[in-house]
T-cell receptor, first 119, second 111 residues
Framework: AQKVTQAQTEISVVEKEDVTLDCVYETRDTTYYLFWYKQPPSGELVFLIRRNSFDEQNEISGRYSWNFQKSTSSFNFTITASQVVDSAVYFCALSEAMRGIQGAQKLVFGQGTRLTINP | NAGVTQTPKFQVLKTGQSMTLQCAQDMNHNSMYWYRQDPGMGLRLIYYSASEGTTDKGEVPNGYNVSRLNKREFSLRLESAAPSQTSVYFC??????????FGNGTRLTVT
């Protein structure tokens, strides 16, 4: 069965520090997707990134970067020069392969990491 | 462009009451999902509909039923609410090439 573990329940840093959120996953599928979602205090879920299992290139988007390592089954998320607006709960998720059913993605979520950026 | 719309936003029920959570998407997505979010447990899949006309159980289906009314709408019904169903419920939709798009959630309290 698929499983996603975010061992860090809460992280608190001072603004402008770099912070890394860890995500470790388990799956027997060879084809899968990994995701990160952000949930700000307002409660909505905001998509950040999707990565497929065949693409191990690191991704950078502004202050955000993601490190995908299949060898350690990890998909970590780093925020550089953190800002107060980055305060949120961050979820890592893994999609099960839905063979033969186009378009269906059953996401399995980690428990989430609550990130607080203090001014 | 509304995306995924959930109603109501908040609801308080007494134990044993029934209610239906509504979800509609205007993105022509094939697949729709219901998740619940509880503190410290992330989001857990209740039911999903891979395409119009099909529904399947997720990880935590007990106490719930769903209806895929048409391509746009996917409702979640609690027949006899229990305090354990106090949660935030999220509807989501997707098609194969897009990530899941979530609604803004329904906060349900069962007393």
């Amino acid at each position: 069965a698929q499983k996603v573990t975010q061992a860090q329940t809460e992280i608190s840093v001072v603004e402008k520090e770099d912070v890394t959120l860890d995500c470790v996953y388990e799956t027997r599928d060879t084809t899968y997707y990994l995701f990160w979602y952000k949930q700000p205090p307002s409660g909505e879920l905001v998509f950040l990134i999707r990565r497929n299992s065949f693409d191990e290139q690191n991704e950078i988007s502004g202050r955000y970067s993601w490190n995908f390592q299949k060898s350690t089954s990890s998909f970590n998320f780093t925020i550089t020069a953190s800002q107060v607006v980055d305060s949120a709960v961050y979820f890592c998720a893994l999609s099960e392969a839905m063979r033969g059913i186009q378009g269906a993605q059953k996401l399995v979520f980690g428990q989430g990491t609550r990130l607080t950026i203090n001014p | 462009n509304a995306g995924v719309t959930q109603t109501p936003k908040f609801q308080v029920l007494k134990t044993g009451q029934s209610m239906t959570l509504q979800c509609a998407q205007d993105m022509n997505h094939n697949s729709m999902y219901w998740y619940r979010q509880d503190p410290g447990m992330g989001l857990r899949l209740i039911y999903y509909s891979a395409s119009e006309g099909t529904t399947d159980k997720g990880e935590v289906p007990n106490g719930y039923n769903v209806s895929r009314l048409n391509k746009r709408e996917f409702s979640l019904r609690l027949e006899s609410a229990a305090p354990s169903q106090t949660s935030v419920y999220f509807c989501a939709s997707t098609t194969g090439s897009s990530p899941l798009h979530f609604g803004n959630g329904t906060r349900l309290t069962v007393t």
